[in-house]
């Protein structure tokens, strides 16, 4: 493109429209911070209120089990990101992501009142249960299309920038998280906070879900009027059509999640479980690292907008099968905050080439009347089978005295995510988004 060509596109934005698409931005991602907030505070929240639902000696058994928990809430996620899919994909963006957020809100809100096992017995981890499908179900869904929506309503030449956002709000959510329980932690008692202080939390997500439905309310739809009309709109025959994007999402999602939740939800079991780092502290390292990976997702998105979204795939896992490794075995002998907290980030920025473009190259790669559809969907088994399942397994491997199985475990499907990355083809080149307004 020549000088005076770029010059005349650059003129040609209008900063009313400009303001608007931000707004756009932040009120999709609004939505998505609260739904995300909602999933992770169970995951911070397991090691004080895991001996309310599961009364056992052995704090490594309880644990495993609110992961499985945790694990089965991933398990309704194809499940969500089929139907909400569908429903962007024929209803529009708008509707989905407001259904999502408010099935979110019940799902914590049910947490939230739940009786202990000593109250109702065998009933308790069953309701618990229960809840986690339902916000699964709904987490499914919200990913496919507040990616899909923030993908669509981005400026071109600047999707990366822009579409960065859905994690920052993302991480934003399980920053929050850690906030409140360390907050928590400085005012309650150990003690207060397992016999209560961990409901808290859960109250807290489901109240700010009705600013988040608010703002989505006034969001302007981005699905047109000739998608919707599309036969094949939200139908698994449309996305079959596009097996190729389908399996290539699948593919670097199973590495891309896997290393997400262990460096960031599973990290803090990981420094108290087997470093022996005191709870608080570990909190504390969580929360800062959490505060820095949110901050530099923008940069690493705009820097894809430069270099291409393919390229910084192909970094990410090169880096991430390098590191696991050497940082994981390093993290168990390590009690010093600060050197966990740099090791931490260091794997936290390699995975920030992921995480910052993860929705916008899902999008990239099929077309209006089934995007949303194929990116839920495609992210959503991949990120149920390996991302969602990172706790249990890791906890699984360490309870049968084979914990160093489960660095191989990630270092394997990062190399998988290299090979794919590898071989995909480049969004830059053949992407829809790249035709579109």
């Not at 199973?254 to 005191?278: E, R």
């Amino acid at each position: 493109m020549s000088l005076a060509a770029t010059q005349s596109t650059t003129s040609s934005i209008d900063p009313h429209d400009t303001r608007k698409r931000i707004f756009a931005i932040v009120g999709a991602s609004s939505g998505n911070l609260v739904e995300w907030f909602d999933f992770y505070v169970y995951s911070f929240c397991a090691i004080y209120f895991a001996p309310a639902f599961f009364p056992h000696q052995n704090p490594t058994v309880q644990l495993l089990q609110t992961a499985g928990v945790f694990a089965a809430g991933f398990l309704m996620r194809p499940i969500g990101g089929w139907l909400f899919g569908r429903i962007a994909d024929r209803r529009g963006r708008k509707t989905a992501m407001m259904i999502s957020v408010l099935m979110m809100c019940g799902g914590s809100l049910l947490i939230a009142c739940l009786p202990t096992y000593a109250m109702i017995g065998v009933a308790a981890p069953l309701l618990l249960l229960l809840a986690r499908l339902l916000q699964g179900l709904s987490v499914g869904g919200e990913y496919g299309t507040s990616a899909t929506y923030m993908s669509e309503v981005a400026l071109k030449g600047r999707r990366g920038f822009f579409a960065s956002f859905q994690y920052v709000t993302l991480i934003g959510g399980q920053l929050l998280a850690v906030l409140v329980l360390v907050i928590l932690e400085q005012l309650l008692t150990t003690e207060q906070l397992k016999e209560w202080g961990w409901r808290i939390p859960f109250v807290l997500g489901a109240c700010t879900a009705l600013i988040a439905l608010y703002l989505r309310r006034s969001l302007n739809e981005t699905l047109s009027a000739d998608a919707r009309k599309n036969k094949e709109a939200g139908t698994l025959a449309g996305l079959l059509k596009h097996k190729g994007a389908f399996l290539t999402v699948v593919g670097f999602t199973a590495g891309g999640s896997l290393m997400f939740y262990t460096f960031t939800t599973y990290m803090q079991k990981y420094l108290i479980n087997t470093a022996g780092m005191p709870a608080k502290t570990a909190s504390v390292v969580m929360t800062c690292a959490l505060f820095v990976y949110m901050v530099i997702q923008p940069l690493f998105g705009a820097l894809s907008d430069k270099i291409g979204r393919r390229h910084s795939m192909i970094i990410f896992g090169i880096f991430a099968t390098l590191c696991t490794m050497p940082v994981l075995h390093t993290l168990a002998e390590t009690q010093n905050p600060y050197a966990a907290f740099g090791l931490i980030m260091l794997m936290l920025v390699i995975v920030s080439f992921y995480t910052s473009i993860g929705g916008l190259i899902k999008a990239e790669m099929f077309p209006a009347e089934v995007r949303a559809l194929g990116v839920g969907l495609s992210y959503a088994i991949g990120n149920a089978i390996f991302g969602g399942s990172a706790e249990f397994v890791a906890l699984t491997l360490k309870s049968k005295g084979m914990e160093s199985s489960f660095y191989w475990y990630v270092t394997v499907l990062a190399a998988i995510a290299l090979l794919v990355s590898i071989y995909m083809r480049d969004p830059s080149k053949e992407g829809y988004l790249r035709d579109e307004p």
